[in-house]
């Protein structure tokens, strides 16, 4: 039996996570959590974040053997990280935005955030950039309304390349020759931005979240002591996905109820 691990986000944002976890780790059980029912992340409040996600992963961990959780969301990750870890025992593995490899890579010192409005504005972020990029130029752009493009993208709508470029024109003129996607929705229009803006770089955290949650299971023993699927769910609470993206990941789609 491999280990379970459950990857969880709003919606499809992080399954840009998840293909990086089972292309590094195509052993593992990788379960998904779209939280639909509760979308978008990126305008709650840190305690409504908090209460929710308590609550949907007591449910999927009274019923599967997990062994460590990976908030695939930057918006909760920069908001209730230490809340989760208080709670529960096994870890957690939290994506925030690539500053500090942006700081690394940019030439000109000036690099773009393209973010939700939570994540752009929280003081996680704030204390990131005063670390990691104090000698750059850190251009914030926060979009709700690329979030929601991107699952209309999944759900197999046209993408209306204008409003992307109009989202990221503030970046554009700035100049920035590298640029954070901070919400896991937003590499799904990598090749997009690469169209509109081929100058700068477009980075995010995906590959370095699967090495990091590669390195927490080492020393982790499969958890087989309570009953456990080998097959990967695709949790959703709210609505159903009308595309069927997950045909090929081999998902048990589940949804959550509540009463
Ligand atoms: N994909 C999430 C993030 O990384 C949440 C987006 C949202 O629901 O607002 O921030």
Redesign the pocket.
């Known amino acids: 039996m491999s280990h379970q691990v459950l990857v969880m986000?709003?919606?499809i944002?992080?399954l840009t996570v998840h293909r990086e976890i089972i292309k590094l780790i195509p052993d593992i059980t990788c379960h998904y959590l779209a939280d639909n029912g509760f979308?978008?992340?990126?305008?709650k409040t840190e305690q409504a974040l908090e209460e929710r996600m308590e609550l949907l992963i007591r449910r999927i961990t009274k019923q599967h053997a997990i062994d460590a959780v990976v908030i695939a969301?930057?918006?909760a990750s920069t908001a209730v990280l230490d809340y989760l870890r208080e709670r529960f025992e096994f870890p957690f593995i939290g994506?925030v935005p690539a500053i500090k490899p942006a700081a690394k890579l940019t030439k000109n010192k000036k690099i773009g955030l393209l973010?939700?409005e939570g994540?752009v504005n929280r003081p996680y972020t704030d204390k990131l950039i005063a670390e990691f990029a104090s000698d750059c130029e850190v251009i914030r752009v926060a979009s709700?309304p690329l979030?929601t493009m991107a699952e209309m993208k999944l759900n197999g709508l046209p993408t209306d390349i204008n409003a992307l470029q109009e989202i990221i024109q503030p970046l554009i003129n700035a100049a920035v020759d590298t640029c954070v996607l901070g919400?896991?929705?937003f590499p799904w229009f990598r090749n997009e931005f690469k169209l509109i803006a081929p100058y700068i770089e477009w980075i995010d955290s995906g590959e370095a979240i699967a090495r990091r949650l590669e390195q927490v299971l080492l020393p982790i023993k499969d958890n087989c002591d309570k009953s456990s699927t080998d097959y990967p769910v695709f949790f959703y609470t709210g609505n159903s996905y009308e595309q069927d993206f997950t045909k090929n990941l081999s998902f048990n789609i589940t949804k959550i109820e509540f009463n």
């Open positions: 986000d709003s919606g944002g992080g979308f978008p992340y990126g305008t969301c930057n918006s994506v973010a939700t994540t709700q979030v919400c896991t929705h």
